[in-house]
């Protein structure tokens, strides 16, 4: 009989803040109880709900049982930034782009999963403060950046992709501040209110066939037949078993020193006055992501929560999964640095919530999907695009899973396995990291 038994349970720091903005749910339903399902998907984040909902349309007539450590968008879905981004987005790389034929692939990939979602959220009455397609700016805050932006408008050029070019006073207009010396805007990224997003997905799947048990972290995975999972108060046993737990893949032993485990950092303002509204002017709604790829992403909402400015950056490796308050703190900092550069009109307002993120990486810059053992399928590691490459990859491990053969499948299948980490990766890491954001500058 095979045995595993989970090492680590996900630790997620700080408040979820997009959460916090919704109204009270109800408590969570944990399992408490020794029950069968034809399916079980450990994780309900955007690859575990996807996978779910894929099989929901595959196996209609399948029971299928969701098992999440934590409350639906609590975790690493809830604590993004909400952009859906279609286009090629590689963090790794200096100026998000690629090859051609690559990044045409890639792009038609992305829009697929883009689409899935759009339809979820049509089929469960999201609304478009939770779900659009508004599209997001490239904002370039130096010379440096701007040529960044220029060379992407060039590959965009190449590969047929409509773009409009911002300059320093269509910046302003937008975004209210005179920080940005250029933008590129692509009309093709979905935001989201990831909370709200994965809250109405949840509630929909729960209508169709699927059980969500949250607050159950798995903590054994046994196979004698079919598949065990025990939680704390009951378990789960099904024949097939999709694991979409991103980094924590790690955490049920497989891929060993494959996996890097980054954490990226957030900050969201208090609600605006209206004569801070005024004095910011520009539009109530925007999302920018930066020039460089390490660089500072800047979004405003508005809404039932109010009008507010998040701030995301800083990038650590941390192969723990796990940050202290010390790092929180230093991190709050440079947040607090960035808003007050790009926004001297606002200075009395403050952050009203701080968290982190944990992102999964591979050095080659691949995904996890395959069968791990006899009917245990993993949809994982989603390289920093957990919203697009997650409801991508639950959707091909949901496929492959049933035999639903496919071009994208076959695609994502011949792909290599993660590459091995080298000696001392930590220490290499942080350097590397710390040596990109000194070279991103003002963009930071």
Same mark, same amino acid.
């Given at each position: 009989m095979a045995v595993i038994r989970v090492r680590k349970l996900p630790v997620d720091p700080g408040p979820a803040a997009w959460n916090a903005l919704l109204p009270e749910r109800a408590a969570a339903v944990a399992l408490d109880a020794h029950i069968t399902s034809d399916w079980l998907i450990i994780g309900a984040g955007f690859a575990g709900l996807a996978a779910a909902r894929r099989l929901s349309q595959l196996c209609p007539a399948d029971r299928i049982t969701v098992l999440d450590a934590a409350r639906v968008a609590?975790?690493?879905?809830?604590?993004?930034?909400?952009?859906?981004?279609?286009?090629?987005?590689d963090l790794s790389s200096q100026d998000y782009g690629g090859a051609l034929a690559q990044d045409r692939q890639l792009t038609a990939d992305n829009r697929h999963a883009i689409s899935f979602a759009a339809d979820m959220a049509q089929e469960y009455g999201l609304d478009g403060a939770t779900f659009a397609r508004s599209g997001k700016i490239n904002g370039a805050a130096t010379a440096k950046g701007d040529r960044h932006n220029r060379s992407y408008a060039a590959h965009l050029d190449a590969l047929g992709e409509p773009y409009e070019m911002l300059d320093a006073d269509g910046m302003r207009a937008l975004t209210g501040t005179r920080?940005?010396?250029?933008?590129?805007?692509?009309?093709? #990224?979905?935001?989201?209110?990831? $909370?709200?997003?994965?809250?109405?997905?949840?509630?929909?799947?729960?209508?169709?066939r699927v059980q969500i048990f949250e607050n159950s972290p798995v903590l054994e995975l046994s196979r004698q037949g079919s598949w065990t999972a025990r939680t704390p108060e009951g378990s789960v046993r099904a024949p097939k078993v999709i694991l979409a737990v991103n980094g924590h893949l790690n955490s049920f032993g497989f891929l060993q020193n494959r996996l890097i485990h980054v954490f990226t950092y957030a900050s969201m303002t208090r609600a605006l006055t209206q004569s801070e509204v005024k004095a910011l002017g520009g539009k109530a709604l925007w999302a920018l992501t930066p020039a460089d790829?390490?660089? #500072?992403?800047?979004?405003?909402?508005a809404g039932a929560g109010g009008d507010r400015i998040i701030i995301r950056n800083r990038f650590t490796y941390d192969p723990g999964m796990e940050v202290d308050a010390a790092r929180m703190a230093r991190v709050a900092r440079d947040h607090d640095r960035a808003f007050r550069a790009r926004f001297p009109m606002l200075p009395g307002v403050e952050m009203? =919530?701080?968290?982190? +993120?944990?992102?999964?990486?591979?050095?080659?810059?691949? +995904?996890?999907?395959?069968?791990?053992?006899?009917?245990? =399928?993993?949809?994982?590691?989603?390289?920093g695009l957990g919203t697009t490459r997650g409801m991508?990859?639950?959707?091909?491990?949901?496929?492959? $899973?049933?035999?639903?053969?496919?071009?994208?499948?076959?695609?994502?299948?011949a792909a290599p396995q993660p590459t091995r980490l080298p000696p001392f990766m930590k220490l290499g890491a942080n350097a590397y990291l710390k040596w990109q954001e000194a070279r991103a500058g003002a963009e930071l």
């Open positions: 609590e975790g690493p879905a809830g604590r993004n930034s909400g952009f859906m981004i279609d286009l090629p987005h920080y940005y010396q250029s933008g590129l805007f692509t009309p093709g #990224t979905a935001m989201i209110q990831p $909370a709200a997003f994965m809250r109405g997905v949840a509630a929909g799947l729960g209508s169709n790829p390490v660089g #500072t992403t800047v979004r405003r909402i009203a =919530y701080r968290w982190g +993120g944990r992102l999964c990486l591979s050095r080659n810059n691949v +995904g996890v999907l395959g069968e791990l053992e006899a009917g245990l =399928y993993a949809a994982c590691c989603q390289n991508l990859s639950g959707m091909l491990a949901a496929e492959l $899973a049933t035999g639903t053969p496919s071009t994208r499948l076959t695609r994502a299948l």
